[in-house]
């Protein structure tokens, strides 16, 4: 891993006693979850697939190497394939998904590093998997408040 000179350094750094994460000066993480989605959608691999890329296209995304992607065998007493895991490493951080086809739920999970524009994951995710219902929450980090714990306290 390459270290960054002080000068080359662009984040900030917590000036709080016992806080050593650096904070950075914007980003914004979403914990998306997606219920009553169709099944077979939520089991199929290539669909999925293109599913996040769609989405990464869409938010001009920069992915980094392959995405990588794993299929899990049949829940027991099914004949249906299992739910899938992807990540892919982007300029920006990552994206995963991760699809439960015996509960119609899927998640994702976006963190960009950079501002971006609100993202309707309703319409997208009722178009792309069924989902029938969808929360997503937008979280921005680097953030500090009042209320924000040191590292020290998080760990316990």
Same mark, same amino acid.
């Given at each position: 891993m390459q270290s960054l000179r002080p000068e080359q350094d662009r984040s900030t750094r917590s000036k709080s006693p016992g806080t050593t994460a650096a904070a950075l000066l914007e980003g914004t993480e979403w914990l998306v979850d997606a219920a009553g989605c169709d099944a077979r959608r939520l089991? @199929?691999?290539?669909?999925?697939?293109?599913v996040c890329a769609e989405l990464v296209a869409a938010l001009r995304l920069r992915v980094i190497g392959e995405p990588h992607w794993h299929q899990f065998p049949s829940p027991p007493g099914s004949d249906e394939p299992g739910g899938v895991t992807g990540l892919y490493l982007l300029a920006e951080s990552h994206l995963t998904c991760h699809t439960f086809p015996e509960h119609g !739920?899927?998640?994702f999970n976006l963190y960009c590093? !950079?501002? !971006?524009?609100?993202? @309707?994951?309703?319409?997208?995710?009722?178009?792309?998997?069924?989902?029938? @219902?969808v929360v997503a929450r937008s979280i921005p980090r680097g953030v500090h408040t009042a209320d924000s714990l040191p590292v020290e306290e998080c760990q316990q």
């Open positions: 089991s @199929d691999l290539r669909h999925l697939q293109h !739920r899927a998640t590093c !950079r501002r !971006r524009p609100a993202w @309707d994951w309703q319409e997208f995710l009722e178009r792309r998997l069924g989902a029938g @219902d």
